[in-house]
């Protein structure tokens, strides 16, 4: 098994000759560039561990196809499932912009549904990014995505990180909200958040365990991002200077305990 922190084969930094912008030529902010660099080396330890050149991908909750699109891009399928019909028809024409509708699919569901509608078995990669938070069983969503994958199959999950939210409470000043996420369970910090609950590593951990998938990386995503202006951040030499930073504090379990957001990657053995 591959040490955690790490990828189990690819790395959160940049590939040789890999561009910041997107297929319309539109630079990515360093939050969404961080997001596809996760997702190309997710890509990449897919095509190691299945020796398929082209993935059958599922996007759970993949909304107007932020990632779903760039992925198609490269020449993957992409089913996209996501319970908006305004979502998936952003997605359809996001897609035929990209020229890529062929190699998409959108379907409108639910993630606790994903083996009903793409079928057991019919898939190399699933991405769960952000939809943990507000589906209302994670557990059962997660058991759903797992039926989904082919052996070696992988499951790609971001959720959102407590620890992040207390210390942004801390840094603005809010010492009793911050309190309050510290010790809620869900990581709250109060009736106004608009986030059902987050997941520490532990907890994500755990309930993704539960479904017999072998956990095989641990990452941080936006460690320092979201704690440095906007305007320094956008600046391209400190823009670059920051995604190197936070390609190697994401191996790192101490920064990766404070990161926005959490990512776990596990696969069918």
Do not use: Y
């Not at 969503?141 to 801390?170: C, D």
């Not at 095989?216 to 906007?230: K, N, S, T, Y």
């Amino acid at each position: 098994m591959p040490e955690r922190g790490r990828s189990a084969g690819g790395s959160l930094g940049a590939s040789a000759g890999e561009s910041s912008a997107g297929a319309a030529g539109h630079r990515r902010t360093v939050r969404s560039e961080l997001a596809w660099r996760l997702v190309r080396a997710v890509l990449g330890d897919q095509i190691t561990a299945t020796g398929r050149s082209v993935l059958d991908v599922v996007d759970a909750g993949g909304g107007t196809g932020t990632l779903a699109v760039p992925v198609a891009e490269l020449g993957h399928h992409v089913t996209v499932v996501d319970p908006s019909p305004d979502s998936l028809a952003a997605l359809e024409r996001r897609a035929a912009e990209a020229r890529v509708t062929d190699r998409i699919h959108a379907v409108q569901g639910d993630a606790v549904a994903l083996s009903d509608i793409v079928g057991p078995a019919s898939t190399d990669l699933v991405l769960c990014h952000s939809v943990l938070e507000v589906v209302d069983d994670p557990a059962v969503a997660l058991q759903s995505m797992a039926e989904v994958l082919r052996t070696a199959g992988a499951l790609s999950v971001v959720v959102a990180n407590p620890n992040a939210v207390v210390l942004a409470k801390v840094l603005g000043g809010h010492i009793a909200e911050a309190r309050q996420a510290l010790t809620d369970p869900a990581g709250r910090w109060g009736a106004a958040d608009p986030m059902p609950r987050r997941f520490t590593v532990e907890q994500l951990r755990d309930v993704v365990e539960q479904t017999g998938l072998q956990v095989v990386a641990e990452h941080g995503l936006r460690v320092f991002a979201d704690l440095v202006p906007g305007a320094l951040s956008d600046e391209p030499g400190l823009a670059g200077m920051l995604l190197e930073l936070e390609a190697e504090a994401a191996e790192d379990p101490t920064f990766r305990a404070l990161a926005s957001q959490i990512h776990l990657l596990a696969r069918r053995i």
